[in-house]
DNA sequence: ATAAAAATGTCAAACGATTGACATATCGGT
DNA sequence: ACCGATATGTCAATCGTTTGACATTTTTAT
C-alpha cells in the first residue's frame, strides 16, 4: 500500500498533526522535527494524496486545456508552452483534444468540473457552447468567443492580414487571393480577412476569398487549391494558416508557377517547425511564447481572485517573417 | 457554491444514498426515482466531485503520458492520439513534457504520483530514472527501456533500419551514411543503427555513423550537417527522424546536389504531417495508430490486473513510405 | 392472503489530509 | 523561579461521496 501520512509519523516518531504541519509548513516547527519528517517522507517516498488535501477547498492545482488537435503542429507548440509556464507554477495540465467536436468538447467542460479543474484555457473552435458560462469557473480563451464574461487572447488578426496583403503587394502581386477556412461569427480569426480585405481596397485592388472547409484532408485541400489556382490566375495568395502556404507552394510546383516571380505566397503562424524547416516561406508570425505566458497570467489571476477585472480582450502584435516567397 | 450530492437528494425528494445509488447503478433501483435523480442532477448541472469519490478507493481515471515534448510532431501525434483513444475510454490525460530534462522526469512522477494516477505511459529520452521502479503503478514505456518489469512497446527499429539502408541502396547508393542521435545503452532506437550496419555489412559496404547531438537547435543542427555532406561524398543518408531528412533535403539544395540522382534520402517516422505535407520524402513509417492503441489497451490491461503478465516487449512492424528521394 | 422480491430510507463508518482549539512541555532570559 | 516564546501532542470536525448494515415499505406473484 501506498504509505499515508501516519506512517510518515509513526516513523517519524511524531504526531500525524507534526507531519500536516511539515507540510503545509503551519505553526511553530523546530528544525530537527522537520528533518525527521522529511527524512521519513524520502524513505517511504511519501506523497500526500492530492484528492484528500483537495477536498479540503484546497485547490487542485489542475488545469484543463482543451484545443482541437495538438498534432496540429501550431496547437502543439501553443500547448507546449502552456503546459512549461504551468508545470513552473505547479501546476498541472489535462490535457483536451477536442476534435472541432461540439459534444466531445461539452463532454470534456463536464469531465473537467467533475476533476474540479482550477480552471480552463480554451482554444478550439466549436462556437455557441453555451456550457462554459454555467460554470462559474475562470476560463480564458485564445483567439475565441465564448460568452461575454470571458476573456480573449489572440494575436492581431486584423493587422496580420493587413501585412500579409500589404506584403504580397509590396512584392509586385495585384491579383491577391485569400484562402482561408469557414469563417464564424465572433472568431476573431476572421480578423485575418478583415485586414485583407482592408488593404485591398484602400488600394483599389478586388479581393477574392476562398473558404476551404477546415475538415478537409490536406489531400482533398491540395486538390481544391490546385482547381482554384488552375481556373484564377493569381499572383499572389495569403494563406490564413502555415500548412495551407505549403500546400499552395506543393501546387505552385505542380504547376510550374515560379515562386515568387510568378506566384507570391505569404502564410500565417509562424511556429517553430515552420520557421525551422520552411525558413523560404514569408509568414506571420503569431507570438506563441507572448500569447501562452498571457494566458497562463490572466487565468491565473483570475484563480487568484474570482472578482478580478480582466479586459475582454488582449490583442497581441504580430511579426512578419521574411522568406522568399514574397 | 457548487451543487453536491445533498442538493440533488434534495431537489429529487430522495435521500443521499438513493442518488448515490443512481448515480453508480447500486443496488434495487425504479425507473421513477433514477429519472427524478437524472432530472435533479441535469437541473443543477450536478458533477460528482471526482476527488470524494476516488477517496473511497475509486479510480481516479486519469492517465499520466509523460513525452520529452509534443511541439515535436511526431509526439504530438503519438500523444493526440492516445488522449484520443483515452478520453474513448472515459479516462483522462495529465499531460507531461520533460523536455529531455531528468531532473523535471523525477518531478513529474512525483507529482503523477500525488495525483493519484491509475497509470503512466512514459515514451521521454531519459533513462536511467530509478524512480519508474519504486512505485507500484502500472506503467507501460514507449520505445525506451525503463526497468525489467515495464513492457516497451516500440516500432521495428531494426527492421526499419534495414529497410531504410536497403532503399537507399537499391536506389543507387553505395556511399551511405546514418544521420543519429546520440545513441543510449538499452534505447530501443539504437535498433535503427543496427539495422543500418546489419544491412551495409551484409552488403559489404562500410557504415559511416554520424551522430547529432539531441539537444541541437535546428539551425545549428543543419551547419553541422553541411560541414559533414561537404566533408564527405555521401550517395546516399538515412536520417534517424524525418525532421533531420529535410534538413538534409534542404542542405542538399544548398550545396546543388540533384535528389535522388547524386544523394538519396531516407527519413524515419512518417508522421500524418510529414506523409501530407512532404509527400516527397521517402521514409520509415511508424504505425502510430497501432502504437497508440497497443499502449492503451496493455496499459488498461495493468491497471485491471495489476499481476496480468504481460511481455515485456512488443514489436510492431514498420512499413516503407515510397517518395522520390530514395 | 401471504411470502418473496423490489424499492427506498436511516445511519454511520470509511477514504486521507487539514486545521482549529486546547493542553502540555521545554527552553532561554531575567 | 517565573514569564513568554517555542515546540509538540491530543482530539475532533470537516471536505463530498461510497457502501454496508439494517429497517421499512411497496410491489408482484402465487
Redesign the pocket.
Known amino acids: ?9 509513526k516513523l517519524a ?9 511539515v ?2 509548513n ?9 528533518e ?1 519528517v522529511f527524512a521519513a517522507m524520502r524513505e517511504l517516498h ?4 492530492n ?3 483537495s ?4 485547490n487542485t492545482r489542475l488545469i484543463g486545456v482543451i484545443f482541437s488537435d495538438i498534432s496540429n503542429p501550431f496547437f502543439g507548440e501553443l500547448v507546449s508552452r502552456i503546459e512549461k509556464i504551468l508545470f513552473a507554477k505547479n501546476y498541472k495540465v489535462i490535457l483536451c483534444n477536442s476534435a472541432d467536436d461540439p459534444q466531445k468538447e461539452r463532454d470534456y467542460l463536464q469531465m473537467l468540473m467533475a476533476n474540479q479543474v482550477d480552471g480552463i484555457i480554451a482554444g478550439a473552435h466549436n462556437l455557441g457552447i453555451e456550457e462554459y458560462q454555467q460554470y462559474g469557473l475562470p476560463i480564458i480563451s485564445f483567439d475565441r468567443y465564448l460568452s461575454d464574461n470571458i476573456p480573449i487572447v489572440s494575436s492581431d488578426n486584423y493587422q496580420g492580414g493587413w501585412l500579409a496583403t500589404q506584403t504580397l503587394h509590396q512584392a509586385g502581386a495585384t491579383n491577391v487571393a485569400i484562402f482561408t477556412g469557414k469563417s464564424h461569427a465572433g472568431s476573431p480569426t476572421n480578423g485575418r480577412r478583415e485586414g485583407y480585405e482592408a488593404y485591398l481596397t484602400a488600394q483599389q485592388l478586388t479581393p477574392h476569398v476562398h473558404e476551404l472547409p477546415f475538415e478537409l484532408t490536406p489531400a482533398l485541400k491540395m486538390m481544391e487549391i490546385k482547381t482554384i489556382m488552375t481556373q484564377h490566375q493569381y499572383d499572389g495568395i495569403f494563406c490564413s494558416d502555415d500548412l495551407t502556404a505549403l500546400l499552395v507552394l506543393n501546387v505552385a510546383q505542380q504547376l510550374s508557377l515560379t515562386v515568387p516571380d510568378q506566384l507570391r505566397v505569404v502564410g500565417y503562424d509562424g511556429t517553430a517547425l515552420i520557421r525551422d524547416y520552411h525558413s523560404e516561406l514569408t509568414t506571420v508570425e503569431q507570438p506563441l511564447a507572448d500569447i501562452s505566458t498571457l494566458l497562463v497570467s490572466l487565468l491565473l489571476q483570475r484563480i487568484e481572485d474570482a472578482n478580478c477585472t480582466l479586459e475582454s480582450k488582449y490583442t497581441l502584435p504580430v511579426k512578419l517573417i521574411k522568406g522568399i516567397t514574397a
Open positions: 500500500m501506498k504509505p499515508k501520512l501516519n506512517d510518515v509519523a516518531g511524531v504526531s500525524a498533526t507534526t507531519v500536516s504541519r507540510i503545509n503551519h505553526g511553530y516547527l523546530s528544525s530537527q522535527t522537520k525527521k511519501y506523497q500526500p494524496n484528492m484528500a488535501r477536498l479540503q477547498g484546497k
